[in-house]
């Protein structure tokens, strides 16, 4: 099948398809015309790499992951790196919780602004700040 028919059928453009191919997660056939051929596979293929994507595996994880696919078994090896993805998107997380909390903080401190804040709030307004002893 073209590959205009599998990025219908995928739900994906013919661009990610490209790329799908130059990451070496897709494989194709050419014409003699040089157009590329895929196998009615190429589609569940294709929308099992989409599932990965979703699930923030990049794809030289996926590529990785393709022999355990292609034979249906896991390995160890596989689990591992499935469960370090984890891991790297739950650090990710941790750390956009801690960036949107001090954000909050940010917008707390610009709508109720203070003298030890807000240099404006000072008097004199520009008096060298003296942080509050704690």
Do not use: K, N
Not at 3 to 28: H, K, M, N, P
Not at 77 to 104: P, V
């Amino acid at each position: 099948m073209r590959i205009g028919e599998v990025a219908d059928r995928a739900g994906v453009s013919t661009r990610a398809l490209r790329y799908y191919e130059e990451q070496g997660l897709l494989a194709s056939e050419r014409t003699s015309s040089g157009q590329r051929t895929y196998a009615e596979a190429a589609v569940e293929r294709v929308q099992l790499i989409q599932q990965f994507f979703a699930a923030g595996v990049p794809s030289r994880t996926i590529l990785q992951m393709l022999p355990c696919i292609d034979t249906g078994h896991g390995s160890p090896e596989a689990f591992a790196m499935l469960e370090s993805e984890r891991s790297r998107i739950t650090a990710a997380i941790a750390d956009l919780s801690a960036a949107r909390d001090q954000l909050d903080r940010l917008i707390g401190i610009a709508r109720h602004p203070t003298p030890e804040h807000c240099p404006a709030l000072r008097d004199p307004a520009w008096a060298p700040y003296a942080p509050a002893a704690h």
